[in-house]
């Protein structure tokens, strides 16, 4: 079953295609025969995983996408959270079915609350661009209701171990007057630092903040060491929280921490320091 299932990711994945892990075993020999030897799923098989598989055959390798919409469907009724998705992109676009932004999000929601992150995050990055543009001390129902959303919807994502949606509601706690909690953001950064993925760009969020915090994170930040993010976590909040007169004091304290974590301090970490801490 293995070396099916491998071959099952090579094949999607030369499709530009992320790959969704079966949840049954005996639909990976399935999944198998409909990719490579074209075999035919019936509609009526109450399988939700199989029909939305099918169903993506039939987009990326037969370009059959009447079928593809039909299955799509077929699988949503079955509560397949990856046929939502799909079927949602689809209808949002418009792509080979009429446009129908009201059945799109209906189904991005439905998608969401099945834990489907992708749905998570595009829901999210909606919902974000709906209040970016208002006064961040505004208090109104339609904000706050928007806000708590967004809240929801990244901690349902966070369940599902998303950083992105963990540094997102970080972000949130951080910056958000109506909502703003500084140990809770706290928490949430050194969740995403202590993630193992270094594909993760998390300074791109922060960085956002400041000028001299985003040159000093992008000159001075090295090799992303695992202490060194978190004193960045620890100098970001301090410094919303205390003002520049504390960030120095606590810069010095930090220091002296960083010795003892260090036999060496590289002369160049050391000079971040000092930069940093010459910014008023």
Not at 185 to 194: L, Q, R, S, T
């Amino acid at each position: 079953m293995e070396h099916l299932e491998k071959d099952i990711i090579d094949f999607i994945e030369k499709s530009r295609c992320i790959y969704i892990k079966l949840s049954k075993k005996e639909n990976i020999e399935k999944v198998y025969n409909i990719l490579f030897n074209n075999d035919m799923i019936d509609i009526n098989c109450g399988d939700g995983e199989l029909l939305h598989y099918y169903g993506f055959y039939n987009k990326i390798i037969v370009g059959n996408y009447d079928e593809t919409i039909r299955y799509y469907r077929e699988a949503v009724k079955y509560g397949n959270k990856h046929a939502m998705y799909n079927l949602a992109c689809m209808y949002r676009d418009g792509e080979y079915i009429e446009a129908n932004q009201e059945e799109a999000m209906k189904l991005f929601k439905m998608s969401a609350e099945q834990k489907n992150e992708h749905a998570i995050y595009y829901l999210v990055s909606i919902y974000s661009s709906l209040v970016m543009h208002l006064d961040k001390m505004r208090k109104d129902e339609y904000f706050t209701k928007k806000i708590d959303e967004i809240v929801r919807l990244c901690k349902i994502g966070a369940e599902c171990g998303s950083m992105y949606l963990i540094l997102k509601l970080a972000g949130i706690y951080f910056k958000c007057e109506y909502i703003k909690d500084y140990d809770l953001a706290a928490k949430y950064y050194v969740a995403v630092c202590n993630d193992s993925n270094e594909d993760l760009d998390i300074y791109m969020d922060l960085s956002e903040y400041d000028v001299v915090w985003k040159e000093y994170l992008h000159k001075y930040w090295p090799n992303k060491r695992l202490i060194d993010k978190q004193i960045i976590m620890l100098l970001l909040i301090s410094k919303n929280r205390f003002g520049n007169k504390n960030l120095i004091w606590m810069i010095n304290g930090i220091t002296k921490m960083i010795i003892g974590y260090l036999a060496v301090l590289e002369k160049k970490f050391k000079f971040s320091f000092m930069y940093a801490a010459s910014y008023k």
